[in-house]
C-alpha cells in the first residue's frame, strides 16, 4: 500500500489539493487549540491548516513522498508540523496525549479498522475529541474519488459501534459536492462524525 500511496502522490501537484477539506476546517475554527494528531495525513493540507490556527499537529502517513510533501507546504505558511512516516498499525504513541484526533479520508481494510480505532480511542484525553470525515459505503455508487471496496467505507451504525463508549456530538451523512484537487472532485457521499471520550 505504501507504493500505491507514493505513486499517488509523486506529481508535483497536490492530489487534494491545499486547502483543507471543509468540515474538518470548521472542526479545527471552533474548538480551541491543543494537541491534534492526524493519521493517514497525507499531503498535510489539513495539518498545515490546524498549525496555522496555533494548534500543535502531529500527523503520521506511511508515504514518504506525502511527507516531504506536508512539510513543504508547512515551510510555505510558516509553521511546523511533527510529521512522522509510519504505518499507524504498528506505532506507538503516549496513551491520553492529544486533545484530539482527526481522521481525513483515512479509509482502512476492515480486518485492522476496528484495532486502530480503539487504539486511537486510547490516545485521546478524557474530554479529547474525536473527529473523523469521509465516504459513507453509498460513495461507492459515485465516482468522484474513494476506495473501490465497500468495506473500507464509512457508516454511521459502524461508528456508532465502534465508539459506542463515547458521547456522540454529530454522526451524519449526506451528499456533498467535492473540490478537493483531481483527487476528490464531484458529488460525494459523507460521512461527518464527532465524538468526545468520556
Ligand atoms: C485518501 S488519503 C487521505 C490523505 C489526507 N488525510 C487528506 O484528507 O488529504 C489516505 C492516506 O492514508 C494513508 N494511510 C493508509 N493506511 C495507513 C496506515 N496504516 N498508516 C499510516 N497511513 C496510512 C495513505 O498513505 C494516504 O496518505
Given at each position: 500500500m505504501q507504493s500505491f500511496w507514493d505513486e499517488r502522490y509523486a506529481s508535483q501537484k497536490?492530489?487534494?489539493?491545499?486547502?483543507?477539506?471543509?468540515?474538518?476546517?470548521?472542526?479545527?475554527?471552533?474548538?480551541?487549540?491543543?494537541?491534534i494528531l492526524f493519521p493517514g495525513e497525507g499531503e498535510g493540507r489539513n495539518a498545515v491548516y490546524a498549525a496555522m490556527q496555533n494548534w500543535k499537529v502531529v500527523a503520521i502517513d506511511q508515504s514518504n513522498i506525502a511527507k516531504?510533501?506536508?512539510?513543504?507546504?508547512?515551510?510555505?505558511?510558516?509553521?511546523?508540523?511533527?510529521?512522522?512516516?509510519?504505518?499507524?498499525?504498528?506505532?506507538?504513541?503516549?496513551?491520553?496525549?492529544f486533545d484530539a484526533i482527526a481522521l481525513s479520508?483515512?479509509?482502512?481494510?476492515p480486518q485492522v479498522r476496528n484495532k486502530v480505532?480503539?487504539?486511537?480511542?486510547?490516545?485521546?484525553?478524557?474530554?479529547g475529541i474525536l473527529f473523523?470525515?469521509?465516504?459513507?459505503?453509498?460513495?461507492?455508487?459515485?465516482?468522484?474519488g474513494g476506495p473501490s471496496n465497500i468495506d473500507m467505507l464509512y457508516s454511521t451504525k459502524?461508528?456508532?459501534?465502534?465508539?459506542?463508549?463515547?458521547?456522540?456530538?454529530?454522526?451524519?451523512?449526506?451528499?456533498?459536492?467535492?473540490?478537493?484537487?483531481?483527487?476528490?472532485?464531484?458529488?460525494?457521499s459523507l460521512i461527518e462524525f464527532e465524538a468526545v471520550k468520556k
Open positions: 497536490y492530489i487534494y489539493g491545499e486547502e483543507p477539506n471543509p468540515q474538518l476546517k470548521y472542526f479545527i475554527d471552533r474548538n480551541t487549540p491543543g494537541k516531504i510533501k506536508a512539510e513543504a507546504l508547512a515551510t510555505k505558511h510558516g509553521v511546523k508540523i511533527d510529521y512522522t512516516v509510519g504505518d499507524i498499525i504498528t506505532n506507538s504513541y503516549p496513551t491520553r496525549s479520508f483515512f479509509h482502512l481494510p480505532h480503539t487504539y486511537l480511542a486510547s490516545l485521546l484525553k478524557p474530554g473523523i470525515v469521509g465516504f459513507s459505503k453509498q460513495q461507492i455508487n459515485y465516482n468522484s459502524l461508528l456508532l459501534e465502534e465508539f459506542n463508549d463515547f458521547q456522540i456530538v454529530t454522526n451524519q451523512q449526506f451528499e456533498s459536492h467535492l473540490n478537493e484537487g483531481d483527487g476528490h472532485d464531484g458529488l460525494a
